[in-house]
C-alpha cells in the first residue's frame, strides 16, 4: 500500500510510479538552471567560497535516493550490439542486478552461440533485425532496449520503434541522438534526475564527454575564457572493429593524437555545458581508462582550496564522483564504475586552474552510466547494481 503522504503516477512508458511528497521529493524540487539543460550551483555567499570553512551541502541536483524507487517487479531488457565491449560490460552488471534480467542478447557475428559470462540462466545470441526487434516488442516481453552499436547503425531500429509507438524504454549508447532534443540526453549528475525517470528515449553521453561535464559543471560560473580538454584514451574507446585507433602496433610505446579539432565530444560537451571548449583527443596502448587534464581561465582569483571545496559541495552525496586532492592516476580507474577528479593546481596569477580527472570509459563513459539511467527510467534506485566507489 502507498504511503498517506505518496502520490502514484504514470511514467513515460506507461507504468505506475509512486512519488513520496516530502521536501526531497524531486517533482517538487525546482533546482537553479544554467543556461545549458544542467543544474548548476552558486557560490557566491558560501562560507567555503569566502574561505571561512566548509558549507553545507549544496549539489542541486542530488540522487534521488531508495524512498523515489517505484518498482519492485523485475524488467526484462535486450541489448542489441552485445558482441562489443560496452554491450559485453552491461552485461557483467546485469548478472549482478537485483531485478534487471536479459532475455535476449543480439549479435550478427556469435548468433546461435551460448552467451557466456551471465549466470542467471541460458541465452543463445540471436542476430535481430529491427523487424525481429518490433515484433518482439509488441509481443511486450521487453521493457527496455539497450542500443550499443557503432555510430550511424541504430537509426534503423530506433525508427521501428517510433513508427511501432513502443512505450518501451531504449537507451542509445552511440553519438547518433546526442543532439536531437525529442531525447532525453541524460548525465544523471547534472541531467535533472526527475527528467530521466520520465523518459523512454535515452541518449547516453559519451565517454570523453561524460568526464569532461563533470570535471567542468562546477566551474561554469567561475569561467574567464574557453576552457581546453587534453584527454587520453585507452584503446577499447575504438570499439572491437579494428581501426587506427585500436592498432597494437601503432600504439606500443606510444602517444597518438586524433581529431585534434571538431570530435564530436567537443561539440557534445559544448552543447551540453552551454559554453563552447576545446577537446584535444589521444589515445594510449593501456585497455580501458581515460585521464583528462582540463585547463579552466577564472574571471576572478580563486585559491586551490576554494575551488576544491566548490567540487566537493557540487558533488556531496554523489556515489559514483569522487573529489580528490592529488591529480588521480588512470590506472586507479581501471574497472571502477565512477569519476575521480583532483590536481587543483592554481597558478601564481590565482587566474587559472588545472583540475584532472580519471574515468573508465567502458563503466561510467558508458555501460555504468546506462544502468543509472535504466535504473532510474524503469523506476529503481539509480544505483542499484553498481558497485560503487
Ligand atoms: N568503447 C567505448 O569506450 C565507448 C563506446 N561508446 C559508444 O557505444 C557504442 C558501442 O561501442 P563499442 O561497444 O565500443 O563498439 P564495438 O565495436 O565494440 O561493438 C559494436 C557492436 O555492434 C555490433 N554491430 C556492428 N555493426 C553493426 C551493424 N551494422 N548492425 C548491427 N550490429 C552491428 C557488433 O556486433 P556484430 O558485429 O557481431 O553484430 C558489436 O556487438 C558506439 O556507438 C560507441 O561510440 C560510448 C562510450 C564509450
Ligand atoms: C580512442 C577512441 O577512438 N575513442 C573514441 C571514443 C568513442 C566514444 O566513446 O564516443 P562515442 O560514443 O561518441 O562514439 C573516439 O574518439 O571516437
Known amino acids: 500500500m502507498l504511503p498517506a503522504t505518496s ?29 545549458s539543460r544542467f543544474t548548476s550551483t552558486k557560490f557566491p555567499t558560501s562560507p567555503s ?42 552485461i557483467d552488471l546485469l548478472n549482478n542486478h537485483p531485478y534487471m534480467d536479459l532475455c535476449h542478447v543480439s549479435s550478427r557475428e556469435l548468433a546461435g552461440q551460448e552467451l557466456k559470462g551471465y549466470d542467471k540462466r541460458k541465452i543463445i545470441y ?43 524504454v531504449i537507451v542509445d549508447l552511440s553519438a547518433d541522438y546526442r543532439f536531437d532534443d525529442s531525447w532525453t540526453y541524460a548525465l544523471p549528475e547534472l541531467t535533472k534526475r526527475s527528467a530521466i525517470c520520465q523518459a523512454t528515449r535515452i541518449s547516453n553521453p559519451g565517454c570523453y564527454a561524460t568526464g569532461a561535464q563533470l570535471t567542468l559543471a562546477p ?36 602517444l597518438v593524437a586524433y581529431s585534434l579539432t571538431g ?32 585547463n579552466i581561465p577564472l574571471n576572478k582569483t580563486m585559491t586551490s582550496r576554494d575551488i576544491r571545496q566548490i567540487y566537493q559541495d557540487r558533488y556531496a552525496g554523489e556515489k559514483l564522483v569522487k573529489v580528490v586532492g592529488e591529480a588521480p592516476l588512470v590506472r586507479s580507474i581501471s574497472g571502477l564504475h565512477g569519476v575521480e577528479i583532483g590536481g587543483f593546481a592554481v597558478d601564481s596569477t590565482g587566474k587559472r586552474v588545472v583540475v584532472c580527472s580519471t574515468i ?6 558508458a555501460s555504468t552510466q546506462c544502468l ?18
Open 372 to 389: 543509472q539511467n535504466m535504473n532510474l527510467a524503469l523506476g529503481y534506485a539509480e544505483y542499484e547494481g553498481i558497485p560503487t566507489m
Open 263 to 294: 570530435h564530436i565530444h567537443e561539440r557534445e560537451i559544448s552543447r551540453h555545458l552551454g559554453t563552447p571548449v576545446a577537446f584535444m583527443p589521444h589515445v594510449a596502448s593501456w585497455f580501458r581508462g581515460i585521464h583528462l587534464t582540463v
Open 126 to 168: 540471436e542476430n535481430l533485425s529491427p523487424e525481429d526487434a518490433i515484433e518482439l516488442d509488441k509481443s511486450g516481453k521487453v521493457d527496455g532496449w539497450v542500443l550499443a552499436l557503432p555510430n550511424g547503425v541504430a537509426k534503423p531500429f530506433v525508427e521501428a520503434f517510433d513508427n511501432a509507438k513502443s512505450k518501451s
Open 49 to 90: 567560497w569566502q574561505g571561512r570553512g566548509y558549507a553545507t551541502t549544496t549539489n542541486p541536483n542530488p540522487p534521488l535516493g531508495k524512498k523515489n524507487a517505484s518498482n519492485d517487479v523485475p524488467s526484462r531488457i535486450a541489448l542489441i550490439g552485445a558482441r562489443g565491449y560496452t554491450g559485453q560490460a552491461l
Open 219 to 254: 566551474m561554469l560560473e567561475h569561467l574567464g575564457g574557453e576552457p581546453c580538454i587534453f584527454g587520453v584514451s585507452g584503446y577499447s574507446g575504438a570499439g572491437t572493429r579494428p581501426s587506427p585507433n585500436n592498432d597494437l602496433n601503432r600504439l606500443k610505446d606510444n
Open 360 to 365: 573508465d570509459n567502458l563503466n561510467k563513459g
Open 7 to 35: 502520490v502514484a503516477m504514470r511514467n513515460g512508458h506507461g507504468q505506475v510510479v509512486r512519488s513520496l511528497l516530502t521536501s526531497a521529493s524531486p517533482f517538487l524540487a525546482s533546482p537553479r538552471q544554467t543556461p
